[in-house]
Antibody, heavy 123, light 109 residues
Framework: EVQLVESGGGLVQPGGSLRLSCAASGFTFSDHYMDWVRQAPGKGLEWVGRTRNKANSYTTEYAASVKGRFTISRDDSKNSLYLQMNSLKTEDTAVYYCAREGGDFWENWFDPWGQGTLVTVSS | SSELTQDPAVSVALGQTVRITCQGD??????ASWYQQKPGQAPVLVIY???NRPSGIPDRFSGSSSGNTASLTITGAQAEDEADYYCNSRDSSGNHHVVFGGGTKLTVL
């Protein structure tokens, strides 16, 4: 069974840091691009960023809202994806999902998604 | 960056057909994908590419596109289809980013 399981969420003060993890199983993790998507309480989905696979030099991209503060990394030997979040703001409060990215030049999709982990930024 | 616009809420009578739309400039170049999200659960991919359904998704779900508008059609809506639906596509700004629509709350009456 293809599965993604996030961990590491919690309560953090504004300006603080947190590291999320996503454990993958049931597929060849190293072959795939992996992404983080977040959802603020009662709001819609927002793409956070991606890491490409080894064949594409593990390059990363980020949404403007998190660029310079968040860092996505991966460890293919552990089938794991990470999101290092620094300089957190109250507006970063959300459920954070990891997701496997698929598609080609013309299309892009996410399947499967993890169950999500809640990050609350509050004093 | 690009934007995708969805109607906030749509309703359909049980067993009837409903179309949920997604509009945006990026859809002139890229296909939309669609996700179903029920309360307290993670999104689930229901349509991707031109009109493809992942394994396990009922064939009452279908997708189409014309110009700057992509549509998700549910033919014979069931009570279990009541959920939030989101579209996404690549950003057409050339930055390889991803954009999501604001979501549509589907109510099955």
């Amino acid at each position: 069974e293809v599965q993604l399981v996030e961990s590491g969420g919690g309560l953090v003060q504004p300006g603080g840091s947190l590291r999320l993890s996503c454990a993958a199983s049931g597929f060849t993790f190293s072959d795939h691009y992996m992404d983080w998507v977040r959802q603020a309480p009662g709001k819609g989905l927002e793409w956070v960023g991606r890491t490409r696979n080894k064949a594409n030099s593990y390059t990363t991209e980020y949404a403007a809202s998190v660029k310079g503060r968040f860092t996505i990394s991966r460890d293919d030997s552990k089938n794991s994806l990470y999101l290092q979040m620094n300089s957190l703001k109250t507006e970063d409060t959300a459920v954070y999902y990891c997701a496997r990215e698929g598609g080609d030049f013309w299309e892009n999709w996410f399947d499967p998604w993890g169950q999500g982990t809640l990050v609350t930024v509050s004093s | 960056s690009s934007e995708l616009t969805q109607d906030p809420a749509v309703s359909v009578a049980l067993g009837q057909t409903v179309r949920i739309t997604c509009q945006g400039d990026s859809l002139r170049s890229y296909y939309a994908s669609w996700y179903q999200q029920k309360p307290g659960q993670a999104p689930v991919l229901v349509i991707y590419g031109k009109n493809n359904r992942p394994s396990g998704i009922p064939d009452r779900f279908s997708g189409s596109s014309s110009g700057n508008t992509a549509s998700l059609t549910i033919t014979g809506a069931q009570a279990e289809d009541e959920a939030d639906y989101y579209c996404n596509s690549r950003d057409s700004s050339g930055n390889h980013h991803v954009v999501f629509g604001g979501g549509t709350k589907l109510t099955v009456l």
